[in-house]
Nanobody, 116 residues
Framework: QVPLVESGGGLVQAGGSLTLSCAASARIFRGSVMGWYRQAPGKQRELVASVMNDGRTNYAGAVQGRFTISRDSVMNAVYLQMNNLKAEDTAVYYC??????????WGQGTQVMVSS
């Protein structure tokens, strides 16, 4: 099984919405804090949201109030609902453990492009 597989990205107009999905291997997912990261062109990868095993969440200031992270412990999946998207949200989005990712297991990511 591929450790981490992201999907759901695409091209959307500013103000629109997208939902990203991440399928994780059980070994990576179970008992771990999971997060969504993003990397914009020319910038470092950053953590934008994380969800604990008990469902508690944390968000970066730039996405607070617009993004919602959730997890499904049956499916070993993590989701990111993104609303009111802005041009500055354009990036490749990845999931991984948080706040310290497993560097050897980065997936391909999913591209989100927001047109203004």
């Amino acid at each position: 099984q591929v450790p981490l597989v992201e999907s759901g990205g695409g091209l959307v107009q500013a103000g629109g919405s997208l939902t990203l999905s991440c399928a994780a291997s059980a070994r990576i997912f179970r008992g771990s804090v999971m997060g969504w990261y993003r990397q914009a062109p020319g910038k470092q990868r950053e953590l934008v949201a994380s969800v604990m095993n008990d469902g508690r969440t944390n968000y970066a200031g730039a996405v607070q109030g617009r993004f919602t992270i959730s997890r499904d412990s049956v499916m070993n999946a993590v989701y990111l609902q993104m609303n009111n998207l802005k041009a500055e949200d354009t990036a490749v989005y990845y999931c991984n453990q948080a706040p310290v990712p497993l560097k050897a297991y980065w997936g391909q990511g999913t591209q989100v492009m927001v047109s203004s």
